[in-house]
T-cell receptor, first 110, second 114 residues
Framework: GNSVTQMEGPVTLSEEAFLTINCTYT??????LFWYVQYPGEGLQLLLK?????DKGSNKGFEATYRKETTSFHLEKGSVQVSDSAVYFC?????????FGKGTRLHILP | EADIYQTPRYLVIGTGKKITLECSQT?????MYWYQQDPGMELHLIHY???????EKGDLSSESTVSRIRTEHFPLTLESARPSHTSQYLC?????????????FGSGTRLTVV
């Protein structure tokens, strides 16, 4: 069946550091891929998405590229801020339901 | 502004009480979902609905029940709350436009049963 695996956290970085959160997936077909962010005490917000191979999703300085050959959708940001501290979820959708990874907690130190 | 609303945001309640968590959306979405989020952050789908009078159980067995009498409203009910029900509950909805659409989430209800 379909599944999503993302790197375990917590990830702790200093402000202005480069961020990578790894995400790989298993799917039988051609899923759409998503990154969601959850700030403390809130629900999930869609951060970015990509619907086909080689698509790059981007938002708020974050980027992720749909790599079919490596079944990956790694999240990157060139210079993180304290306000980026949150939990990040990688996810895929092939039919009606979205499958989420277990989440990666990110701490950014000033 | 179209959105999805959950009430209450926080609820502390005694064991054995009946509770209903409210979820409403103004986007006209047919598909709605309830997730339970454990302290380790993982999301577990407990109920979903594809439209009025449609409800299905999710991947994680739950003692809660749901109803979908109106498109915009998808309440979750616990007939007799127990401490094991303490968790964060997230409601979401989705347009029926294919797999390229993500879900829109509410802000969640944090339930504590004492």
């Amino acid at each position: 069946g379909n599944s999503v695996t993302q790197m375990e956290g917590p990830v702790t970085l200093s402000e202005e550091a480069f961020l990578t959160i790894n995400c790989t997936y298993t799917a039988t077909g051609y899923p759409s891929l998503f990154w969601y962010v959850q700030y403390p005490g809130e629900g999930l917000q869609l951060l970015l998405k990509a619907t086909k191979a080689d698509d790059k999703g981007s938002n708020k300085g974050f980027e992720a590229t749909y790599r079919k050959e490596t079944t990956s959708f790694h999240l990157e940001k060139g210079s993180v801020q304290v306000s980026d501290s949150a939990v990040y979820f990688c996810a895929l959708r092939e039919n009606d339901k979205i499958i989420f990874g277990k989440g990666t907690r990110l701490h950014i130190l000033p | 502004e179209a959105d999805i609303y959950q009430t209450p945001r926080y609820l502390v309640i005694g064991t054995g009480k009946k509770i209903t968590l409210e979820c409403s959306q103004t986007m006209g979405h047919d598909k709605m979902y309830w997730y339970q989020q454990d302290p380790g952050m993982e999301l577990h789908l407990i109920h979903y609905s594809y439209g009025v009078n449609s409800t299905e159980k999710g991947d994680l067995s739950s003692e809660s029940t749901v109803s979908r009498i109106r498109t915009e409203h998808f309440p979750l009910t616990l007939e007799s709350a127990r401490p094991s029900h303490t968790s964060q509950y997230l409601c979401a909805s989705s347009a029926d436009k294919g797999s390229g659409e993500g879900y829109t989430f509410g802000s969640g209800t944090r339930l504590t049963v004492v």
